[in-house]
């Protein structure tokens, strides 16, 4: 009996040094993130080693995460990184445990994986190495306290010399650890608020004063917004806009820093910085962007004022040789988009390199300072956020990121429409309004139809729009009788060109189909 109970002792230890051993990578997390916050933002070592695995998966894997989980693929990345790190940093508890330093060798291989991902990041520094660093040697620190105080608790000698010296020693752990531990958690929470809210870069951009443009077109017109409950503004806020890229921790780049490289096969290369980018004649267009990965009726598109200087000027002056068909453009975290020539260079279509949006500069998660903005493409072909650099090559030459993955190499928006109310799946017989957006970039939009149970396409009535690169809304008055019905929609571009019925996924090039929803009528 007494042998068993010395078991159940041992066994129980063990569990508390695991959990020590929790508590302190949870504060050397914490920790890491303060001092990154302060020193250096691309040093956070848990988004960089998760840029580093995205890197380095397979590219069925990186899609099966982007079409799978959509837009809770970077916290659950993360998540994931954080828990694997936590389990590690318990088996450094119970090694601790053990022997004295053997935890520290656990805590450095953590290290080094952080290590490894700062080195990665593109902008790494010396400083950048800093947050790991210091994470590191105070985590464990903090682990070498607690199982110290637990060895005081749980030692068996302690226990046999005097139980009230024991009872006191377990306080002791217990109150280091969960004052530790909810310190660590107040710590991480606020080193992602400090990052996101206070970083110099924001109030930099607070203070931007947006230049006006020599080039502003209508505002929208009454009748562009139908004012129907449940059907998407128009204009779509900017802390609505949907977000898709790949960076795991929003580049912070300094306006006076950032400058722009035009290379490659030009005959003039050009470099332009965000002063000189401003103080050129800006052009101000109504532009809707919208995500290859979006499903049928999905949201992942939105509709907003950019302010920005058009690529053919610049790319006008660079003078690209005879045989270049497209720009490689990079943003600043290393991804890539391929975009053909001729649409950037087209005088008939406003691709933008945008420093402004719906009349404030950039949010930082949109791009801020410059991005690319281009009617008619899919964002991965395109969109390019926290962009620095355009090389003028050919497609025969250069990939960018999502082709590899098996993406289609261009990537021209196609006809969509989606249904967005009734959002309730039961209504009243009687008229019930069915409406919703529709687009067809740098098209526009010549017809909406709308059909009940398989019979006949009836039309819908438009909304005005400002042009032929943005949505419209469209509705259509049901005389609903009781049953249960299918809805679907369908558009016609302004070439006269149908939407497809047939049914495909987001993979290569955007889904197809008709977007259709069942309500109940009662």
């Not at 988009?337 to 279509?349: G, H, K, M, Q």
Request: net charge positive; proline share 7%.
């Amino acid at each position: 009996m007494h042998r068993r109970n010395e078991r159940d002792v041992a066994r129980a230890t063990r569990w508390w040094a695991r959990l020590a051993g929790v508590v302190a990578g949870l504060a050397g997390f914490a920790i890491a993130g303060l001092a990154a916050w302060v020193v250096s933002p691309v040093g956070s070592p848990v988004p960089a080693v998760g840029e580093l695995i995205i890197n380095v998966l397979p590219g069925f894997l990186v899609n099966f995460g982007k079409e799978t989980l959509g837009k809770a693929d970077k916290p659950v990345l993360l998540a994931i990184i954080v828990v694997a790190v936590l389990i590690i940093c318990g088996l450094a508890g119970q090694l601790e445990l053990r022997r004295r330093f053997a935890g520290a060798t656990i805590f450095a291989i953590v290290a080094v994986l952080g290590l490894v991902g700062v080195a990665a990041q593109p902008d790494a520094t010396f400083t950048a190495y800093v947050p790991t660093v210091v994470g590191l040697l105070l985590g464990y620190m903090i682990l070498s306290t607690l199982i110290s105080k637990l060895q005081q608790w749980r030692s068996p000698q302690a226990a046999a010399e005097d139980g009230a010296a024991s009872s006191a020693a377990r306080r002791s752990f217990l109150a280091w650890t969960i004052v530790i531990g909810a310190g660590s958690v107040v710590a991480a929470i606020t080193g992602q608020v400090l990052a996101g809210a206070s970083s110099a870069v924001n109030t930099a951009r607070e203070k931007l004063r947006l230049p006006t443009p020599a080039k502003t077109p209508p505002g929208p017109p009454p009748g562009a917004d139908l004012h129907i409950p449940g059907v998407t503004p128009y204009v779509t806020a900017n802390e609505d806009f949907y977000r898709i890229d790949t960076a795991l921790q929003v580049p912070v780049i300094d306006p006076g820093e950032w400058t722009l490289k035009i290379t490659g096969m030009v005959q003039n290369p050009i470099q332009i910085n965000y002063a000189e980018l401003s103080a050129k004649p800006l052009v101000e267009h109504m532009t809707t962007l919208t995500c290859v990965s979006n499903e049928v009726g999905g949201d992942l598109a939105g509709n907003a004022l950019w302010l920005g200087y058009p690529i053919r000027e610049l790319l006008a002056q660079a003078k690209p040789l005879a045989g270049a068909d497209m720009v490689l453009s990079k943003s600043v975290d290393g991804w890539t988009a391929r975009s053909p020539l001729a649409v950037l260079t087209d005088p008939n279509r406003e691709a933008i390199l945008a420093i402004g949006m719906n009349g404030e500069p950039l949010p930082l998660e949109h791009g801020f300072p410059v991005r690319m903005v281009v009617p008619g493409l899919y964002g991965y072909v395109s969109a390019t956020k926290w962009v620095t650099s355009l090389r003028v090559t050919t497609y025969a030459k250069e990939q960018a990121y999502w082709t590899p993955l098996g993406w289609s190499p261009r990537g021209p928006i196609k006809l969509a429409s989606r249904i967005e109310v009734p959002r309730k799946s039961t209504v009243d017989a009687g008229t019930v309004v069915v409406a919703g957006v529709a687009w067809a970039q740098h098209t526009g939009i010549l017809a909406v139809e709308v059909q009940v149970d398989q019979n006949g396409w009836q039309p819908a009535q438009l909304a005005q729009t400002v042009g032929p690169d943005t949505w419209l809304q469209w509705k259509y008055e049901w005389a609903a009788v009781p049953g249960t019905h299918t809805l679907a929609v369908r558009a016609t571009d302004a070439n006269g060109k149908l939407q497809t019925a047939a049914v495909a996924p987001p993979m290569p090039d955007g889904a197809t189909g008709y977007h259709s929803i069942q309500v109940k009528v009662r």
